[in-house]
C-alpha cells in the first residue's frame, strides 16, 4: 500500500531517491533501541530494499543521474559535467550504507549471541532443545548477515564498460583517482563488520570443537579385558544362575556375570553341545563341563551380537556380516569377514552345580581396531 | 467302541494313544514333541495345541504337507485322537502376556534370525533359512521355540518358562500384521530399504525435471 506513494516519489525526485525513501526509516531507528522497534525498522528497510530492487530493475537510473556518492561536490559537479555511467559507479549513497551496516552487525550480532548461547548451554549441560535452538539462531543469523552484506553493501548489479579510447582524459583520470579512495575509505570502514565475521567464524570453531568431548571418555586399558573373574557365576539377564544341566544339547541362553548383568561387553552366550562332538584344542581341556561352552558375544568382525546358532551345524553366526564361528572347534571363524576367534570362557560347575566362569576371556573380546585384527 | 461317548476316558485315552502312535508319531514324535529335522519333512511339536476344533480340523484337512486322515480314520478315531492331543499331548499353556518383555525377549533370542519384523531371513549354512513367523500359529511358534525344529536352538522352560513364552508369543502375533502407517512396508526391511527406495525415487524426478527443462526432448 506504501507503493502508489514511492512511485510518485520517484517520478518528483528523478533518479536520486534514496536518501528520501530510507530517512524515515533512519529516524525510527534512531528513535527506538526495543526490540520490537528494531524488527520493525528491519522489517520496513526491507521493504524499502525490495522496493527499490524492483524499481531499479523496471526503471534503470538514466545515466547522467546516476547516485553521485552524497557529499562529494566534485563527483556531482562531474556528473553535472556529463561523464559517461561507467566513471560514477554506484557507490552507495551514505546513509544507506550505514543503515546496511547496522543491519549486518544486528545480524551478526544474533549470530554471536546464539553462538555463545550454545555454547553456555552445552557446558552447563542443557536441554537438546535449547543447543538445537541456539545452533539454529547461530545459523540463521549468520546467513542472515552474508545476505544482507552482499544485497546492501555491495555492488549488486551488472556493470558494462564500453570500450573507450585507450588514454582517458586528464579528468577522468582524476575521477578514477577520487573513486578509488572512496571505494578504498569505504573498505576501511569495514573494519567493525570484519571483527564482526571473525568473531562468528572463532564462535563457529569453538562450538564445533567443543562437541568432541562429548565422544565421551577414553577407553584407555578397558578395551583388552571385560569383568569376567575366576568364581563368578553364570547369570541369565534375569538374574537366574545357571546349572550345569539348565541347557539341554542343541540349546542357548545369553549370560553375564553376576555382578554385572547386562553389561554389553561382558555378555556371553552359553550353548550346550554333545561332549562327544567337542573338537576343543587340547589346551582347553576342561573348559566345557557336561558339553557346556560359552563364548564372548560380541563379534570379533565389527563388534554386532552374534545371536545366530545354527544347531545342525554347530555353528554361530552374526547377522551384521555373516561372520561364522565353528562352536566345536573353539569358535574359530569358519566363513565370513571375522578374523579372531570368538574368545572362549572357561567354566567350571562348582559343588551346587551352578556354572562358574574359570577366569578370563581366552583372547580379547571385541571388535577389531587399528591396534588389533 | 462304536461310540466313544459310552467308553470309559481311559479306554479313550488309550485308544487316542494307539491311533497317535501309529498315525502321527512318524512325524510329529513319540510324544507329540515334533521332530527336530528338517522342517519341510517333518511334523512340528504339538506342546501348544489345546483348541479341539482346530486340531480336528488339521487332522480332517491335512494343512500344509500334512495328509488329510478323512479316509484313513473314521470320524469317531479322528475325535478320539484330536482329544488325546488337546488332552495329553499340549502341556505348554498360552495366554496373554506381555508385549514389551516378549518384545526384548524376541530381540535377544530370535531377531537375528528372524529380523525383529519376523519376516525371517537367510542362515549361515547350506541355503537354509529362517522362516517368516507370519500366518504361523501361536500354537506353532510356542511348540517350535520349546523344541528347536531343525537349525534353531531349543528354549527349554529352564532357559524361557512358561510366562516369557507366552509374552514372546503375544509380541510374535502383535507383529505378524502391524498396521502400515505409511502405506507400502517394504516387507518391512527397515530405514535402510525405505531411505534406498526414496533416494532411488527421488533422484528419478530429478531426472525427469531435468528432461522437462530441457523442453521434454532426449
Known amino acids: 500500500m506504501k507503493e502508489p506513494d514511492q512511485g510518485d516519489r520517484v517520478s518528483e525526485t528523478g533518479g536520486v531517491d534514496r536518501p528520501a525513501t530510507f530517512a524515515p526509516s533512519r529516524k525510527q531507528v534512531g528513535k527506538t533501541a526495543t526490540v520490537p522497534g528494531s524488527l520493525l525498522a528491519l522489517g520496513v528497510l526491507l521493504w524499502e530494499w525490495a522496493t527499490k530492487v524492483v524499481r531499479s530493475q523496471s526503471h534503470p537510473p538514466r545515466p547522467d543521474s546516476a547516485n553521485p556518492i552524497a557529499g562529494c561536490a566534485e563527483c556531482a559537479e562531474k556528473a553535472k559535467r556529463g561523464a559517461k555511467p561507467s566513471e560514477v559507479l554506484e557507490v552507495e549513497p551514505v546513509s544507506h550504507e550505514q543503515i546496511g551496516t547496522f543491519l549486518v552487525v544486528c545480524a551478526f550480532l544474533v549470530a554471536l549471541a546464539g553462538g555463545i548461547g550454545f555454547l553456555i548451554t552445552y557446558w552447563t549441560g542443557g536441554s537438546n532443545l535449547l543447543l538445537g535452538a541456539t545452533v539454529a539462531l547461530f545459523f540463521g543469523g549468520l546467513g542472515m548477515a552474508l545476505i544482507l552484506w552482499s544485497h546492501l553493501l555491495t555492488l549488486n548489479r551488472q556493470v558494462e564498460e564500453p570500450r573507450e579510447q585507450m588514454q582517458p582524459p586528464p579528468h577522468e583520470r582524476e575521477a578514477a583517482v577520487e573513486d578509488f579512495q572512496a571505494g578504498a575509505n569505504q573498505v576501511h570502514r569495514r573494519g567493525l563488520l570484519k571483527w564482526m565475521i571473525a568473531g562468528a567464524s572463532g564462535t563457529f570453531a569453538a562450538m564445533f570443537l567443543t562437541m568432541f568431548r562429548s565422544l565421551g571418555q577414553s577407553p584407555d586399558s578397558t578395551i583388552y579385558s571385560t569383568v569376567w573373574k575366576r568364581g563368578q557365576r553364570l547369570m541369565t539377564s534375569e538374574g537366574k544362575p545357571v546349572s550345569v544341566n539348565m541347557l539341554v544339547p542343541g540349546s542357548t541362553v545369553i549370560v553375564f556375570p553376576e555382578d554385572s548383568i547386562g553389561s554389553e561387553k561382558a555378555q556371553t552366550v552359553l550353548l550346550r553341545v554333545d561332549e562327544a562332538l567337542l573338537q576343543l584344542p587340547s589346551d582347553r581341556t576342561g573348559w566345557a563341563p557336561n558339553g557346556n561352552l560359552a563364548f564372548s558375544r560380541v563379534c570379533t568382525h565389527a563388534g554386532c551380537a552374534v545371536g545366530m546358532y545354527e544347531t545342525t551345524t554347530h555353528q554361530l553366526m552374526c547377522p551384521c556380516h555373516q561372520s561364522t564361528f565353528d562352536v566345536l572347534r573353539g569358535a574359530v571363524p569358519s566363513g565370513g569377514p571375522a578374523d579372531r576367534a570368538l574368545p572362549q570362557l572357561p567354566l567350571y560347575a562348582d559343588a551346587d552345580g551352578v556354572l562358574r566362569a574359570g577366569g578370563g576371556f581366552s583372547d580379547i573380546p571385541g571388535p577389531g581396531y587399528w591396534g588389533m585384527p | ?218
Open chain 2, 1 to 218: 467302541m462304536l461310540c466313544p461317548g459310552q467308553q470309559n476316558p481311559g479306554d479313550s485315552a488309550s485308544r487316542g494313544e494307539q491311533i497317535f502312535a501309529q498315525r502321527c508319531s512318524k512325524c510329529h514324535g513319540e510324544h507329540g514333541e515334533g521332530i527336530s529335522g528338517v522342517i519341510s519333512i517333518a511334523g512340528p511339536s504339538l506342546k501348544a495345541e489345546h483348541d479341539f476344533g482346530k486340531v480336528l480340523t488339521a487332522v480332517e484337512v491335512g494343512p500344509s504337507h500334512m495328509p488329510s486322515f478323512v479316509y484313513s480314520l473314521s470320524i469317531d478315531d479322528m475325535r478320539t485322537v484330536s482329544h488325546y492331543v488337546t488332552d495329553k499331548i499340549a502341556d505348554i499353556p498360552l495366554e496373554e502376556g506381555d508385549i514389551g518383555h516378549g518384545g526384548d525377549l524376541f530381540r535377544m533370542y530370535c531377531a537375528s534370525c528372524h529380523r525383529t519384523a519376523v519376516r525371517g531371513g537367510a542362515l549361515a549354512y547350506d541355503g537354509s533359512n529362517a522362516p517368516s513367523l507370519v500366518g504361523k500359529s501361536p500354537e506353532l511358534i510356542a511348540g517350535a521355540v520349546r523344541w528347536g525344529p531343525g537349525p534353531m536352538p531349543s528354549f527349554p522352560s529352564s532357559v524361557l518358562d512358561d510366562k516369557q513364552l507366552s509374552s514372546l508369543v503375544t509380541y510374535i502375533r502383535a507383529v505378524q500384521n502391524p498396521a502400515k502407517p505409511g502405506g507400502i512396508a517394504l516387507n518391512w526391511y527397515g530405514p535402510v530399504v525405505e531411505g534406498c527406495v526414496a533416494w532411488i525415487a527421488v533422484l528419478g524426478l530429478v531426472g525427469f525435471t531435468i528432461w522437462i527443462e530441457k523442453g521434454g526432448k532426449g
